[in-house]
Structure formats: structure tokens, C-alpha cells
Nanobody, 118 residues
Framework: VQLVESGGGSVQAGGSLRLSCAISGRSNEDYFLAWFRQPPGKEREGVARIYSGGQVYADSVKGRFTISQDDAKNTVYLQMDSLNPEDTAMYYC???????????????WGQGTQVTVS
């Protein structure tokens, strides 16, 4: 499985960015997708994950970030609005076939894309 993130960059506080994650190599359509981030000097944290029944967000991004998935299930997005400096981090796309593992320790990871908010 390959996950390739794009869309990161530098933005001023209050601005928006849209991250994309292209997924390839999965033969099983039953998998789950999530976004994580790792701020400088801090541990990695879950940001959002998507299920067939809805989405789950970290409290710190609820109401500002939106995770979505295209119909073909080969791209997942993270729309980030009202960004603030605390959102500065490396953002990672992740996937897993287990609905529990996707929240804590997914098996597949992208290389990450940097988001910097000043």
C-alpha cells in the first residue's frame, strides 16, 4: 500500500489548506482512513478518521477541519480552516483494515506533508 500526501505549506493564522492523500496498492476495499499529525517536539496525535457511518475528529480541530473521501476510495482529503499556530505539524495520512487500529496504530503510513501556520 502506498499513501502519498500533498497540499501542505505555509499559511497565516486564520487561513486554510486542503491536504490530499492518494492511495494505491490496496486490493481490499474494506479499509479505514485517518489523518494524524506530529507537532514539533511533541508526540503524534490523531486528527480525524472516516468511516462509512461518519467522521471522528479530535477536540482541537472539531468545527475547523473536515475529512472526506472520494467515491472511488482512492483519495482522502483534509480541509483545514481557521488555522492557528498550534496546528503547525507534519501531517500524515494512514490506513488500516481494522476499525480500531485506525484510531491508534494504523499499519500503513504516508511520508507526511508539512503544515506551518504563522
Amino acid at each position: 500500500v502506498q499513501l502519498v500526501e500533498s497540499g501542505g505549506g505555509s499559511v497565516q493564522a486564520g487561513g486554510s489548506l486542503r491536504l490530499s492523500c492518494a492511495i494505491s496498492g490496496r486490493s481490499n476495499e474494506d479499509y479505514f482512513l485517518a489523518w494524524f499529525r506530529q507537532p514539533p517536539g511533541k508526540e503524534r496525535e490523531g486528527v480525524a478518521r472516516i468511516y462509512s457511518g461518519g467522521q471522528v475528529y479530535a477536540d482541537s480541530v472539531k468545527g475547523r477541519f473536515t475529512i472526506s473521501q472520494d467515491d472511488a476510495k482512492n483519495t482522502v482529503y483534509l480541509q483545514m480552516d481557521s488555522l492557528n499556530p498550534e496546528d503547525t505539524a507534519m501531517y500524515y495520512c494512514a490506513s488500516d483494515a481494522d476499525c480500531n487500529d485506525i484510531a491508534t496504530n494504523p499499519i500503513d503510513w504516508g511520508q507526511g506533508t508539512q503544515v506551518t501556520v504563522s
